[in-house]
């Protein structure tokens, strides 16, 4: 066969032929008969074979996209486990306790107050503030770990002192 009646097959059957037909011309020379008993060599299914596993598998030489995809899970993973272990969730809040009247030792709530022990609790600075007619209230802050206290327990440790309060608000609650 010529090749340029080749050629021409290949353009009627697409680029898949062309490439069979320059490897098969190409194996040609190669295969020339040196003694007249000879068998010619069959190397072409091997080499088919070879190429289209490859062909299959990888066209660039590079991931498939399967592996990609699970690399990319494992770091979201990883940097999720490590935020977990790095980042305590924390937060400041700012108490307001009112007293039960005008008469109510401040001093002595703010000790009522700090003296409520969680894990997770430290206790800020504090401060006493006007409300009217010389009433003041006291104003506490305090940092908590998120996972371990709850506001309504810190409420309830203050308010269980009816005789010293009268009412307990949360002025400020930030994340920290």
């Known amino acids: 066969m010529a090749l340029n009646t080749v050629i021409y097959y290949a353009a009627l059957r697409g680029i898949d032929y062309l490439s069979e037909a320059v490897t098969v011309e190409a194996a040609a020379p190669a295969q020339t008969e040196t003694k007249p008993s000879a068998a010619p060599v069959k ?56 007293p039960l009247g005008d008469d109510t030792d401040l001093n002595e709530m703010e000790k009522v ?6 894990d997770g609790l430290t206790w800020g600075p504090s401060k006493f503030v006007d409300i009217a007619y010389g009433v003041k209230k006291l104003q506490i802050s305090c940092v908590v770990v ?26 400020s609650f930030t994340k920290v």
């Open 146 to 171: 998120d996972d371990k206290v709850f506001t309504e327990d810190i409420e309830e440790g203050i308010m269980a002192h009816e005789e010293l309060v009268q009412s307990v608000d949360i002025a």
């Open 43 to 98: 190397e072409a299914p091997a080499a088919k074979k070879a190429e289209e596993e490859v062909d299959e598998d990888d066209l660039f030489g590079g991931v498939d996209e399967e592996e990609l995809a699970a690399e990319k899970k494992r770091r979201e993973d990883e940097k999720k486990s490590k935020k977990k272990v790095e980042e305590i969730q924390r937060s400041n809040i700012i108490f307001d306790v009112k």
């Open 113 to 118: 107050v700090r003296a409520i022990t969680l």
